[in-house]
């Protein structure tokens, strides 16, 4: 389908209705619906017009991170990804989508790689998968992450399952972060908040404050 600024979007849809919109650029996931109520944010002054990435939503952060030898967050979020599979069940929707280097990624990071993307739209769930593939003859080494942007009440939201993890505050100081260990049963949002945990769970419940529990 045609999206924001002209750009082609997917549009997957579950059997029971559930919906998510994934554009190209970027391989981004702009809207997931559950009974027609977005989960996803897209912030307010974001653009479509491949100059910048689509601020919102689950953009990629590939092959970097944060902030380091390249680009913030590398250059995932701002290349034109392909469709490569799709599939239809009785209970879910899916598709594939692939990036490989070119000489826009390779001016940046010099390195032969694919990456593969699955999303797949069930009744109430939405599950990605990224996988990465070394199709250089030299090794590499990366970072990753699917950075989401949850649509949440800022007072009302709370995060459970990271009890007993090992945390790295990193406010007020972004570049000493003090150590520490999470006591808390749920996690609450009073004012700023900056904390990485380290060997958190692998499912953590996400109550965004709007009536959801992700």
Same mark, same amino acid.
């Given at each position: 389908?045609?999206?924001? !600024?002209? /750009? ?17 650029? !970027? ?118 992450? /699917? ?68």
């Amino acid at each position: 389908a045609e999206g924001e !600024g002209n /750009l082609p979007k997917l549009v997957l849809t579950s059997p029971q209705n559930s919906e998510a919109e994934i554009y190209l650029f !970027g391989g981004c996931i702009t809207s997931w619906k559950v009974a027609s109520k977005d989960l996803l944010f897209v912030r307010p002054d974001a653009v479509f017009n491949k100059i910048k990435p689509i601020s919102g939503g689950i953009p990629h952060c590939f092959p970097q991170f944060g902030p380091g030898l390249i680009q913030q967050h590398g250059f995932g979020r701002n290349m034109d990804w392909s469709v490569v599979d799709s599939q239809n069940a009785d209970d879910n929707a899916a598709v594939t989508l692939e990036l490989k280097d070119g000489p826009y990624s390779r001016a940046i990071w010099d390195f032969a790689f694919q990456a593969l993307y699955k999303v797949i739209v069930g009744a109430d769930s939405l599950s990605t998968e990224l996988k990465i593939t070394n199709t250089d003859d030299k090794p590499f080494s990366f970072s990753t992450a /699917l950075h989401t942007y949850f649509r949440a009440s800022s007072a009302g939201a709370s995060v459970r399952g990271l009890k007993g993890c090992k945390t790295l505050n990193k406010d007020p100081d972004p570049k000493n972060p003090i150590e520490g260990k999470e006591e808390r049963d749920v996690v609450t949002f009073p004012g700023f908040v900056d904390c990485v945990y380290l060997d958190a769970p692998n499912e953590l419940q996400f109550d965004n404050g709007l009536g959801d529990n992700i």
